[in-house]
């Protein structure tokens, strides 16, 4: 079973930055496209931001897009999530997992990371 251990989270200012960090306990990491999920009470998780295995390309959810950067260091099973320009909207429990061919989440969920935005 693959563990992932988010964090970074935290409380932040509307305009404030913030950066994510998560490291999965996966020798073969690198083989993977990774993202980076949220959650909000109430709803289900969404898909925030991909990466390709290699980390050549990337992909962000039109909320986040321009403020937002994903990347990873295979040397270190790690994948992050820069946010900048936050805003309370970006209040939500942010959790990483692999993706499966069909760019749905492949392991089982970690415990997130708390990002908490107060304007």
């Known amino acids: 079973q693959v563990h992932m251990e988010e964090s970074g989270g935290g409380l932040a200012q509307a305009g404030g930055s913030l950066t994510l960090s998560c490291v999965a306990s996966l020798q073969t990491f690198s083989l993977y496209p990774m993202a980076w999920f949220r959650q909000t009470p109430g709803y289900g998780r969404d898909i925030v931001a991909r990466?390709?295995?290699?980390?050549?390309?990337?992909d962000y959810a039109t909320s986040v897009k321009g403020r937002v950067k994903i990347s990873r260091e295979n040397f270190k099973n790690a994948v992050y999530l820069q946010m900048n320009n936050l805003n309370p909207e970006d209040t939500a429990v942010y959790y990483c997992n692999a993706l499966n061919t069909h760019h749905a989440p492949l392991w089982s969920w970690g415990q997130g990371t708390q990002i908490t935005v107060s304007s």
């Open positions: 990466i390709t295995s290699d980390g050549d390309t990337t």
